[in-house]
T-cell receptor
Framework: DTAVSQTPKYLVTQMGNDKSIKCEQNLGHDTMYWYKQDSKKFLKIMFSYNNKELIINETVPNRFSPKSPDKAHLNLHINSLELGDSAVYFC???????????FGPGTRLTVT | DQQVKQNSPSLSVQEGRISILNCDYT??????FLWYKKYPAEGPTFLISISSIKDKNEDGRFTVFLNKSAKHLSLHIVPSQPGDSAVYFCAARVSGSARQLTFGSGTQLTVLP
């Protein structure tokens, strides 16, 4: 059973489009995250979210927005895609803020 | 500004020997440190962690050492096995309000049979 899953695994799209990446966790965790792994391989936090609080990394453009329909899902919406958005995006979850995080397999986004 | 640094992008070790992966940090507010392991086409998986109140934590073949004065931590794997070949990420966190992990850039470990 996959603990944290993401769809799609690969996403190729053109500049200016709007796209979404879905994330689901079946661990019963309260907290979910989105990370971006850039070309230099750094994993950078984008959003941290539970049912009480959303923490946004101030460097994330407002074209990116998380949407959580329920506790098990945290989807990432991206508007007006740019070339620089090409990266691997990882979803993660944890039991609460201070516990270790479990990561999904990643979504490789390529903007052409 | 890279607050967590892994200065060695790669490391090769013979099977059965010790692997030592290093990590330096600059933010003295970090009080919790983690190591993650990542295989190709998979997400990182949690390996081991250490709180700043300790200087060593051991779990089977994996031991993490923390030197707060030097702002340095290391992961020791002994004995190394070919299945340990992966990218290892060091991560750090400030407990409380920050609530986010800061990752290093990773070290590719290759264990040679």
């Amino acid at each position: 059973d996959t603990a944290v899953s993401q769809t799609p695994k690969y996403l190729v799209t053109q500049m200016g489009n709007d796209k979404s990446i879905k994330c689901e966790q079946n661990l019963g965790h309260d907290t979910m995250y989105w990370y971006k792994q850039d070309s230099k391989k750094f994993l950078k936090i984008m959003f941290s979210y539970n049912n009480k609080e959303l923490i946004i990394n101030e460097t994330v453009p407002n074209r990116f927005s998380p949407k959580s329909p329920d506790k098990a899902h945290l989807n990432l919406h991206i508007n007006s895609l740019e070339l620089g958005d090409s990266a691997v995006y990882f979803c993660a979850s944890s039991q609460d803020w201070d516990r270790e995080q479990y990561f999904g397999p990643g979504t490789r986004l390529t903007v052409t | 500004d890279q607050q967590v640094k892994q200065n060695s992008p790669s490391l090769s070790v013979q099977e059965g020997r010790i692997s030592i992966l290093n990590c330096d940090y600059t933010n003295s507010m970090f009080d919790y440190f983690l190591w993650y392991k990542k295989y190709p086409a998979e997400g990182p998986t949690f390996l081991i962690s250490i709180s700043s109140i300790k200087d060593k934590n051991e779990d089977g073949r994996f031991t993490v050492f923390l030197n707060k004065s030097a702002k340095h931590l290391s992961l020791h794997i002994v004995p190394s096995q070919p299945g340990d070949s992966a990218v290892y990420f060091c991560a750090a966190r400030v407990s409380g309000s920050a609530r986010q992990l800061t990752f290093g850039s990773g070290t590719q470990l290759t264990v040679l049979p």
